[in-house]
Nanobody, 129 residues
Framework: QVQPVESGGGMVQTGGSLKLSCIAR????????MGWFRQAPGKEREFVAG????????????SVKGRFTIFRDAAGHSDINTVYLQMASLKPEDTALYYC??????????????????WGQGTQVTVSS
């Protein structure tokens, strides 16, 4: 059983930055491909970004491309299964509950939410105007 755990959410003003973290507990010796999604009240869950097992390949949703960066700590200074989402130039429309997720094999990092099996509880990001 893999359990993703998010952290780093908070409140920030328009134009500000935040860095989210996700650690996928349960696989001590392997890295998982992971995806970040978000969901605002009354809206569908939206793909934000995904990263491969090695960290060499990434995907981004069109609404965040160029502003958000997904990456791993390749220097080994943190748990190998930790993925970060650096968010910059934040807008009020970025306000949402942000989730990280991984699939059963730990290899999928695309935009389809149906492919992901394990989801975290989410961390709230609020951008004020």
């Amino acid at each position: 059983q893999v359990q993703p755990v998010e952290s780093g959410g908070g409140m920030v003003q328009t134009g500000g930055s935040l860095k989210l973290s996700c650690i996928a507990r349960g696989r001590m010796y392997f890295s998982d491909a992971m995806g970040w999604f978000r969901q605002a009240p009354g809206k569908e869950r939206e793909f934000v970004a995904g990263i491969s097992v090695s960290g060499d390949s990434t995907n981004y949703g069109s609404s965040v491309k160029g502003r958000f960066t997904i990456f791993r700590d390749a220097a080994g200074h943190s748990d190998i299964n930790t993925v970060y989402l650096q968010m910059a130039s934040l807008k009020p429309e970025d306000t949402a509950l942000y989730y990280c997720a991984t699939d059963s094999a730990g290899t999928y990092y695309g935009p389809s939410a149906f492919e992901y099996e394990y989801w975290g509880q989410g961390t709230q990001v609020t951008v004020s105007s």
